[in-house]
């Protein structure tokens, strides 16, 4: 639910959707929708690499900041497919979400090369949204904690968590419908803080958020904000994400 010092983040993460007229489309019924939400949480969007232009210049004068799907850690090179901090910063974007379990997955991305990102992103003044996450079967069997803990160890090494968010995103959560039960996202989002050992740190939760669970989720003491795949896709469900309501935890 977020304190005085650990701000509330809701992202929605764009994935591989959206052209820039649909982004624009997105942005001209999103933002009448949220012109009225508290000040107490920042929106954060994460369009394609080729709409952040024409979501920048649609948000202008709102309260919506942008993140990047992902950056590199050099400033430039030969590394085809990759983006910079530099090239990101001439579009107003202020956060950049690394060590997601698509590319992790599909790219195998490694903890240390996150790692490299997140580091990059601080550099460049970016806030990373660093991923973690648990499989279906590492759950099954046992190894959430150990597995996230590794995660954050060797991801985490040499960040600043005063300029960090962490995203507590359980793999078979995402994209499935199937939504971890808002306790236990909680019981993990606080063991992530203690791990890091930054009481401040803001800790979202990741995985099948929709209009219908948001209240309760937010309604958890150590989550402070949510990163939303499929149910950012849509002005209507994402405005009743991001203006959310919580309700007292049992
Ligand atoms: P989902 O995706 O909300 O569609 O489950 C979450 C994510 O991948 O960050």
New binding site residues.
């Given amino acids: 639910m977020g304190t005085a010092s650990r701000p509330v983040v809701i992202?929605g993460?764009w994935?591989m959707h959206m052209t820039c007229a649909e982004a624009r489309s997105f942005a001209s019924q999103f933002l009448p929708l949220v012109a009225s939400t508290p000040g107490d949480r920042t929106i954060v969007l994460a369009p394609p690499f080729t709409a952040l232009e024409a979501v920048r210049q649609a948000v202008v004068g709102s309260a919506v900041t942008l993140a990047s799907q992902n950056v590199h850690w050099e400033g430039n090179g030969a590394f085809t497919g990759e983006i910079s901090t530099r090239m990101l910063e001439e579009h107003g974007v202020a956060y950049a979400?690394v060590g997601?379990?698509?590319p992790r997955k599909y790219f195998s991305e490694s903890d240390e090369q996150i790692n490299l990102r997140a580091r990059a992103a601080q550099a460049g003044g970016l806030i990373p949204i660093l991923?973690v996450g648990e499989s279906d079967e590492q759950r099954s069997s046992g190894d959430t904690e150990r597995v996230i803990r590794r995660q954050v160890e060797q991801g985490f090494d040499g960040i600043d968590p005063a300029r960090l968010v962490v995203?507590y995103?359980p793999i078979w959560?995402?994209?499935?419908?199937k939504t971890c039960a808002a306790s236990e996202a909680n019981r993990i989002c606080g063991l992530i803080r203690s791990w890091v050992g930054h009481p401040d740190l803001t800790v979202q939760y990741?995985?099948?958020?929709?209009p219908d669970n948001i209240d309760e989720i937010m309604a958890q003491s150590d989550i402070d904000g949510?990163?939303?795949?499929?149910?950012?896709l849509e002005a209507q469900s994402f405005a009743r994400i991001v203006n959310y309501q919580p309700f007292p935890a049992a």
């Fill in positions: 992202a993460n994935k979400i997601h379990s698509e991923c995203a995103e959560a995402i994209g499935t419908g990741g995985g099948s958020v929709k949510v990163l939303v795949g499929g149910a950012s």
